[in-house]
């Protein structure tokens, strides 16, 4: 087997498995349910004074921003007593910010698709054994990826919030994603709690999307040796 037909194949599965990556981070995100119960398990009504279903408006509402499907992040709603705009400046700014890196992820999602698509056409124009490298360099790949998600996991189950403010200062050029409880709503209907959960979240959902074809392709290898055996 050629060595560049592995390295080909184990690059394209990699990009395979993080458009993988970014499929399950947007199911659990726009999943239906886990914020409503997010919030009854965070008390965010009391934190707020509103009631759930106004909660639920300014979450929809969120959604649609960051995917593109509402140009400004802006609702008025009772909260704390009176009507007014949930959302404040700095939460604009901030959430604009959230909004390009998110959209960029999905783009990137769609940049990987594509380009292993093109390496698969490749591979298959020049006759390679798609049979052996599918599985064997989706294996190599899906071990990267377990990997990076073990060492993650230990991280964030010594110091989450650690890991947390690390992410913001990677991601993030400014300072605007530090809030203040008295004064910004938002954080109070976001604890850090909530983002544990959706971080265990994305995590269950994309070791699932990764499992499937995983056991397919341990299935596939095991074929192809006791065949050549």
Not at 9 to 34: E, K, P, S, W
Not at 83 to 94: A, C, I
Not at 150 to 178: E, P, Q, R, Y
Request: charged share 20%; glycine share 6%.
């Amino acid at each position: 087997m050629k060595i560049w037909y592995r390295v080909t194949i184990t690059f394209t599965m990699l990009l395979v498995i993080f458009a993988l990556l970014i499929t399950g981070f947007q199911l659990a995100v726009y999943g239906d349910g886990f914020y409503k119960k997010e919030y009854e398990k965070y008390r965010v009504t009391d934190d707020l004074n509103m009631k759930i279903d106004n909660v639920m408006a300014v979450t929809e509402h969120m959604m649609a921003y960051l995917i593109g499907k509402e140009e400004k992040l802006s609702i008025v709603t009772d909260v704390d007593g009176e009507h007014q705009d949930f959302f404040n400046e700095q939460d604009r700014l901030h959430m604009a910010d959230v909004r390009n890196l998110f959209l960029g992820g999905l783009k990137l999602r769609n940049y990987a698709v594509i380009l292993a698509t093109i390496l698969m056409i490749v591979l298959r124009a020049k006759k390679a054994d798609f049979r052996r490298l599918v599985p064997l360099g989706y294996l190599q790949a899906m071990f990267v990826y377990l990997i990076l998600a073990a060492i993650l996991g230990v991280a964030m189950s010594i110091d989450f919030t650690s890991c947390f403010t690390l992410f913001h200062k990677l991601f993030f050029t400014n300072n605007l994603w530090i809030f203040d409880p008295e004064t910004d709503y938002m954080i109070r209907m976001l604890p850090e709690g909530f983002f544990l959960d959706m971080v265990i979240r994305v995590g269950v959902i994309f070791i699932v999307l990764l499992a499937v074809p995983g056991v397919a392709a341990v299935v596939y290898n095991w074929k192809w040796k006791k065949e050549r055996n």
